[in-house]
Structures are given as structure tokens and as C-alpha cells.
């Protein structure tokens, strides 16, 4: 681990500030994911800003229009059981509780969570020297290395990694908003814009901009509730990453599908969502068929490699799955 400063910030408008006068730093929560890369190599920063002292980022709280904010320094297991969350949210509850461990859940943020860098064995190892996402133009080592764990989605011969997190899978099923503050002001990201897709430019994870810290995940009214599933398809039962994942929610009327929302984990450098899949589903009755007609338009243009075949239907069988507990037929 490289040697760097460390600055400890007591309000926001000063760490952001901090962040401003320094182009390597990094702002410091839980540290679950940032403190390994900085111990891989694989991250560097000369200056780690330390923001658990912003206690109004740790509160979770109603909003005006029916929705909930999730403070951005509000622990992965705290937010999993709010009660708020438990109740009006169970998706994200359940996705939540599926994540790491317990111990490492009592620590990680649900703003680092969002952070967290896409899964990839040669990123992960610095001593691989083709990773165009640590080092871009150098090549992509897993497009014809291991790649069992990698992208069917959205991919390109840059990159092929994928996003770990499952909390954010959950909050692309339900349309979350990210509020995020810079040197400019506040702003808000849709979740569907937050995370980037690979194309020529792997090393940029998200669409933050430099110094940008975020400060809440806003959720809409929730209309989800009471029909919904987040399935996550592991090689173990605990402490792994999705193969797939698969966040489901519909909303019924008897039997008949008025919307419904359908996001994937563990198969793009960001949670998948297919409008096509949700419109596919939307005004029919809830049955097996109609649930493998909206996962075939799910993983319509699947591109596997020489390992991942097999998510693809993986993938169609895990939507099948989930919708049929959302919708009660399982």
C-alpha cells in the first residue's frame, strides 16, 4: 500500500472542497471495497478523506411525495432492516441481506456500495498487465483468459467486466434517484444513468464527475411491494458474487400485470434493464409462458465467451423464477 494523507471532514461543503484541491484522493466510508483495492495496488490515492462525521448522510427518512431517502452513510444492514424499508421496499431489503456477510454489511455504506468497481480477476490483480480498466489501452485479458464470471450484456473488446453490487440490481427495478453533490452544487442521477457501460472509456465506473460525493438514494412511491423477488445465483450460499441476479416487481390487479420492472445482476458492467422485457409482461395475465417470453426479450443480444455460455440461460430461468414468487405462482 502506497502512503498517503489522510483528512478527516466535519462537514460536506468541506470534504467536497478537500476532494477539489486533490486529484487522486478519495472520499473514505466503510472502506470495504476501497481499503482492499489500496491493499491489491489497484487503487492509489494520495489523500483519503474521511466523511463518517456527516451524520445527517447516515438518516433514512420519508419523503414528501410517498418516497424514502436512504442517506448515502447509512450502513448496508442498518438500511436493509428500517423498518420503512422492510415494509414499502422488501426488494431492496432482500438484495441487501443477500450481499457479503453480516459483518461486512454492518459496515459498508449504501454510498460506497454504489461505488464499488466492477468484478474482473485480472482487474483485481495488478500483477496482469492487460486490464484496459487499470491500465487502459493495454488490452482486455479476460475476453480470451477466465471468463466464467464476466459480462453477456452491454460488453465491449475493451472491457467485459461486471458490476458486483446487488443493492444497486434492486434500485434499477425500482427507478431510484442519485442526489450527489460537487463544487458546482447538487444534483440528481437517475440510477439507469448512474453506472456506465463499458464502450472505449472501461476505466470510468460511473458518470460522477471528478469531486462529486453523494449524498442520498431517493426512492419513488413504492407501488412494488407487495409482489416482489430479488433471486441472486451463487456457487455458495454466503459471502459470494452473483452469477446472475435478478431483481423482479410487479404490480397487480388480480392476475392481470398493470407495470412491471425487471433489472440483472452479474451480467453487464452495470444492473440490466430491458424496456422491451417490461413491456412484454405489461397488460398480460401472470403465467409461466408470459414470464419466459419476457425473459427471452431480456437477453436478446447475449454475447458469451468462451466460459459463459451458460448465463444466458441461467439468466432466462432466474427471471422465470423470480417473477413466478413476485407473482405467486411459486
Request: charged letters at 20%.
Amino acid at each position: 500500500m502506497n502512503p498517503f494523507e489522510y483528512q478527516r471532514a466535519d462537514k460536506t461543503e468541506a470534504a467536497v472542497e478537500a476532494m477539489s484541491r486533490s486529484k487522486d484522493a478519495r472520499f473514505l466510508a466503510g472502506g470495504t471495497n476501497l481499503i482492499d483495492l489500496m491493499k491489491n495496488g489497484v487503487e492509489q490515492p494520495t489523500r483519503l478523506i474521511d466523511i463518517n462525521r456527516l451524520s445527517s448522510l447516515a438518516e433514512i427518512h420519508p419523503l414528501p411525495d410517498g418516497g424514502l431517502r436512504l442517506g448515502a452513510l447509512a450502513r448496508n444492514a442498518d438500511t436493509a432492516n428500517h423498518p420503512l424499508v422492510r415494509k414499502n421496499y422488501p426488494l431492496l431489503a432482500q438484495a441487501l441481506l443477500a450481499g457479503a456477510s453480516a459483518q461486512l454489511r454492518n459496515a459498508a455504506t449504501n454510498g460506497g456500495n454504489l461505488l464499488q468497481r466492477t468484478r474482473c480477476y485480472y482487474f483485481m490483480d495488478p500483477a496482469f498487465s492487460q486490464c484496459n480498466k487499470r491500465l487502459p489501452g493495454s488490452g482486455c485479458a479476460a475476453r480470451e483468459g477466465l471468463n466464467r464470471i464476466h459480462a453477456i450484456l452491454g460488453a465491449s473488446d475493451q472491457c467485459i467486466a461486471t458490476n458486483p453490487s446487488d443493492m444497486s440490481v434492486a434500485l434499477a427495478a425500482l427507478e431510484a434517484k442519485i442526489r450527489v453533490r460537487g463544487a458546482k452544487g447538487e444534483r440528481t442521477i437517475p440510477i439507469g444513468d448512474f453506472h456506465r457501460l463499458p464502450g472505449t472509456t472501461p476505466e470510468l465506473d460511473t458518470n460522477l464527475k471528478p469531486g462529486e460525493l453523494i449524498l442520498s438514494i431517493d426512492l419513488p412511491k413504492s407501488i412494488y411491494a407487495d409482489h416482489s423477488h430479488y433471486l441472486k445465483v451463487r456457487d455458495r450460499a454466503s459471502y459470494a458474487f452473483a452469477l446472475v441476479s435478478v431483481a423482479a416487481a410487479l404490480d397487480l390487479d388480480g392476475k392481470r400485470i398493470r407495470s412491471a420492472r425487471i433489472a440483472l445482476g452479474g451480467v453487464a458492467h452495470k444492473p440490466w434493464r430491458s424496456e422491451d422485457a417490461d413491456k412484454a409482461l405489461t397488460g398480460s395475465e401472470i403465467s409461466v409462458k408470459v414470464f419466459g417470453a419476457a425473459a427471452t426479450k431480456a437477453l436478446a443480444g447475449a454475447r458469451t465467451y468462451s466460459q459463459n455460455a451458460f448465463k444466458v440461460q441461467l439468466a432466462k430461468q432466474g427471471i422465470i423464477r423470480a417473477l413466478s414468487i413476485a407473482g405467486g405462482l411459486a
